[in-house]
């Protein structure tokens, strides 16, 4: 059975899904991390990542947040801690990777000529993103990429993202989140 889309659709500022946990979706990767409320109100206030030290705080304060989620058997707020977690870890490469936090320069490449040029797994809704993206100038990585203060804060995001994700109680309680919802 094939995973639920994240509704995007959904009005997630004024809908509270500790009172209406059948309309999460856990979606992929980071989706909705900072829509679905309350949990993003709470999560996100410590959610930092620009040097080791404050990485460190971050990530132990949102761990910290998935255990007492996950004592109170609430699975979306694990779910929602977790891709905290899993976004301070993205973020952090990002910028270590590129300082300026951007990936692509604003130069294009040659640009398909016609839509049927653009690969077929592409459906309408990610033709832009395609184009956006394979038709832009990758901008060189930082040489300091693996070890400057973003790199080693994603390293500690990282763990604590795989300590979340691994959990087995946290494991347990998705397979039932599918089951019931899916």
Do not use: C
Request: glycine share 4%.
């Amino acid at each position: 059975m094939a995973r639920p889309k994240f509704d995007y659709s959904l009005d997630y500022k004024n809908l509270d899904l500790r009172k209406h946990p059948e309309l999460y979706r856990v979606g992929k990767w980071e989706q909705g991390v900072l829509v679905v409320e309350p949990y993003k109100s709470e999560i996100l206030p410590n959610w930092r990542f620009k040097n080791p030290e404050i990485a460190t705080k971050s990530s132990e304060a949102i761990y910290e947040q998935f255990l007492q989620y996950k004592k109170n058997n609430d699975f979306i707020g694990m779910d929602m801690a977790r891709k905290f977690l899993q976004m301070g870890y993205t973020r952090s490469r990002r910028y270590a990777n590129h300082a300026s936090g951007k990936k692509y320069s604003n130069e294009n490449l040659e640009k398909p000529k016609a839509i049927w040029e653009i690969p077929k797994e592409f459906n309408q809704r990610n033709q832009q993103h395609y184009v956006n993206t394979k038709t832009k100038k990758i901008l060189p990585q930082e040489t300091d990429a693996l070890t400057n203060e973003k790199a080693q804060s994603a390293r500690i995001f990282y763990g604590k993202y795989l300590q979340a994700r691994e959990d087995e109680d946290y494991k347990k309680l998705k397979k039932q989140w599918q089951e019931k919802y899916w």
